[in-house]
């Protein structure tokens, strides 16, 4: 059965409406921060499942939409991210990339050990690690051709598929706990001093917002624009053969935006301060989690089953010991270092959305951290992208 576009979205809204009641109703839901998406997406996965195995009836749905949200998520994103929290978050940046970067071999080459130890060609310990966990589904896609022309796996898509289905469920699961840890026994706070109170994307949201149709006219002005110009900047670097995915593109494009703007038109209230531009970042990333997590089939695991579980179990106690003993550490054992750990998780065994999730979940409940909204996605939508790809091809170039 195929759903149309529009009921796949009405699913969507159905799950996420679904995820809010589970959480509303299971305290440890929300005691460990587990995102509303997650929650009802994975309900609706083993429901559509459990359909298949009793009935044969698989689902599938439409994605165009899906993707849509991806992109405004990330362009509300880029519009809402001010260049001045980048520049605060300088330091926590740089030193996160480089032991981020580092963890991008390290992940490979637990993977290329273990498919050893079943008995596998390496190229298949590459689909194990980097390949879906730090660049999701959409990476597999990308570099499958490329690794099933050096070492000929025949099934390589439908492994990095499943991977990267399974790194999104442990990052999305995984992430708030681990924050919830870190804040409970180093008795984390806020950090009022340095928080930016103009950012307000993954933050509660009152019930006394300014919302009025001026906000939405300039929420959607600001948004279109900031496409358009993610479009044109995707095209060119296809043209100088520099790869980036369109929604790293737009996000780019709506920090240039939100910050030029304002420059030549000082009396424009800029989107970027706007509770409306925050409600349509988190809904869109909502409904995209949803969308996600619902289309997941775990019934399509084969042969390499063992493989793939034996995978995703040390790729998963691996990310959870790096973060806790490195990367929270190494950044200051703050409350800003939980919060961005909750995002690394996510971005490390997933994608960037569902880091985003993450720690929109752990902030909701336990306070704002500008400097996590600001570092988190400028590196997993791009250093992480262009990293991962070129450590790919460095290893690549070893085993050849």
């Not at 195929?2 to 299971?26: C, H, M, P, W």
């Not at 490329?146 to 699961?173: C, K, P, R």
């Not at 995915?245 to 240039?256: D, E, H, K, N, Q």
Request: hydrophobic share 55%; proline share 4%.
């Amino acid at each position: 059965m195929e759903l149309d576009s529009r009921q796949t979205i009405i699913v969507a809204v159905l799950v996420l409406f679904l995820g809010k009641y589970l959480n509303n109703k299971f305290n440890v839901l929300r005691k460990y921060n587990i995102p509303e998406p997650v929650t009802g997406g994975l309900v609706a996965s083993l429901f559509f499942g459990l359909l298949f195995l009793l009935f044969d009836l698989d689902i599938k749905f439409a994605t165009h939409y899906r993707d849509i949200l991806l992109i405004v998520f990330f362009t509300s994103l880029g519009l809402s991210t001010k260049i001045q929290s980048i520049v605060k978050g300088g330091k926590i940046l740089l030193i996160l990339t480089v032991f981020a970067i580092g963890y991008i071999f390290l992940q490979n080459y637990m993977g290329i050990l273990l498919a050893k130890l079943f008995n596998y060609n390496p190229g298949m310990g590459l689909l194990a690690g980097s390949v879906p966990l730090q660049g999701g589904h959409g990476n597999v896609v990308s570099f499958v051709p490329v690794i099933d022309e050096q070492f000929s796996i025949s099934n390589g898509m439908e492994i990095g598929m499943i991977m990267a289905t399974f790194g999104l469920i442990a990052g999305g699961i995984l992430g708030g706990p681990v924050a919830k840890y870190l804040i409970k026994k180093y008795n984390l706070k806020p950090d009022t001093e340095t928080e930016d109170p103009e950012i307000s994307i993954g933050r509660k949201h009152g019930k006394n917002l300014t919302i009025d149709y001026n906000s939405i006219l300039k929420v959607i002005i600001m948004i279109f624009l900031s496409v358009g110009g993610g479009i044109y900047l995707h095209e060119f670097l296809d043209y100088v053969n520099f790869t980036l995915p369109m929604f790293a593109t737009c996000m780019l494009s709506g920090v240039i935006l939100a910050w030029i703007v304002p420059l030549i038109i000082p009396k424009f209230d800029c989107a970027g301060k706007s509770p409306t531009l925050a409600i349509t970042s988190d809904l869109s990333l909502g409904l995209f989690l949803a969308m996600a997590m619902m289309s997941l089939k775990f019934w399509e695991i084969g042969e390499e089953s063992l493989f793939i579980i034996a995978s995703i179990l040390l790729q998963t106690i691996a990310i959870l010991l790096f973060t806790v003993f490195v990367i929270f550490r190494v950044l200051g054992k703050s409350y800003a270092s939980a919060v961005i750990s909750a995002g690394y998780i996510g971005s490390a065994m997933g994608a960037t959305p569902t880091a985003m999730a993450n720690m929109a979940a752990v902030t909701k409940e336990h306070g704002p951290s500008a400097i996590a909204f600001a570092v988190i996605p400028i590196m997993g939508a791009f250093i992480i992208q262009v990293s991962n790809a070129f450590v790919l091809n460095i290893i690549l170039m070893i085993m050849g």
